[in-house]
Nanobody, 114 residues
């Protein structure tokens, strides 16, 4: 099993930055890809960014050039650096670890005020 704990959310003004962390524990050797997702009020959950075990990254078009996903394998932690935040980035952000089973964290709230 894999356990995920997100942190780093909060309230920030438009144009500001936040860095989210997703700390993994348990059978971390089995993780293939970790992704950051978000769910805004009244909207479906969407993929924001993902990083594979080999370091390949992908981003949603809406965050390209503003968000950066990275991982520190020694700390079993994946980060999401979010710059130039917009009010439409307001959402609960979750990380997901893909193994033979998908594991989800509990989420962290990001609120961007205009």
């Amino acid at each position: 099993q894999v356990q995920l704990v997100e942190s780093g959310g909060g309230l920030v003004q438009a144009g500001g930055s936040l860095r989210l962390s997703c700390a993994a524990s348990g059978s971390t050797f089995s993780i293939n890809t970790i992704g950051w997702y978000r769910r805004a009020p009244g909207k479906q959950r969407e993929l924001v960014a993902a990083i594979s075990s080999g370091g390949s990254t992908s981003y949603a078009d809406s965050v390209k050039g503003r968000f950066t996903i990275s991982r520190d394998n020694a700390k079993n932690t994946v980060y999401l650096q979010m710059n130039s935040l917009k009010p439409e980035d307001t959402a609960v952000y979750y990380c997901k670890a893909e193994t033979s089973i998908n594991y989800w964290g509990q989420g962290t709230q990001v609120t961007v005020s205009s």
